[in-house]
Nanobody, 127 residues
Framework: QVQLVQSGGGLVQAGGSMRLSCVAS????????LSWFRQPPGKEREFAAGISAINLNTYYADSVKGRFTISRDNAKNTLYLQMNNLKPEDTAMYYC????????????????????WGQGTQVTVSS
């Protein structure tokens, strides 16, 4: 099992930037794909961004493509989400997650399954 502890988040004005971090401890971090999900108020949890373990390939939801950047520093066991040009519709609880394979699915309930989740961090974008 891997423990994921998130930091960052808070309140930002529309058009602003914010970076989320997710530090892992426990099992090896570098061997697994990682993702960021978010859950807007009253809505289902949705995929935001993912990064593979091998080759560090990245992929994004259409709603954040071009504005968000996912990255990982395996030496520091840390996953990042840089969010630029934030919009009010980006307001959500954000979660980092580790799946059991090189590349993670876009569905939180998909396969290969997500094994570990961060505690969540609130991001609020004011208009």
């Amino acid at each position: 099992q891997v423990q994921l502890v998130q930091s960052g988040g808070g309140l930002v004005q529309a058009g602003g930037s914010m970076r989320l971090s997710c530090v892992a401890s426990g099992r090896s971090f570098s061997n697994y794909g990682l993702s960021w999900f978010r859950q807007p108020p009253g809505k289902e949890r949705e995929f935001a961004a993912g990064i593979s373990a091998i080759n560090l390939n990245t992929y994004y939801a259409d709603s954040v493509k071009g504005r968000f950047t996912i990255s990982r520093d395996n030496a520091k066991n840390t996953l990042y989400l840089q969010m630029n040009n934030l919009k009010p519709e980006d307001t959500a609880m954000y979660y980092c997650a580790r799946c059991s394979a090189n590349i993670c699915p876009r569905s939180w309930s998909g396969y290969p399954e997500y094994r570990d989740w961060g505690q969540g961090t609130q991001v609020t974008v004011s208009s």
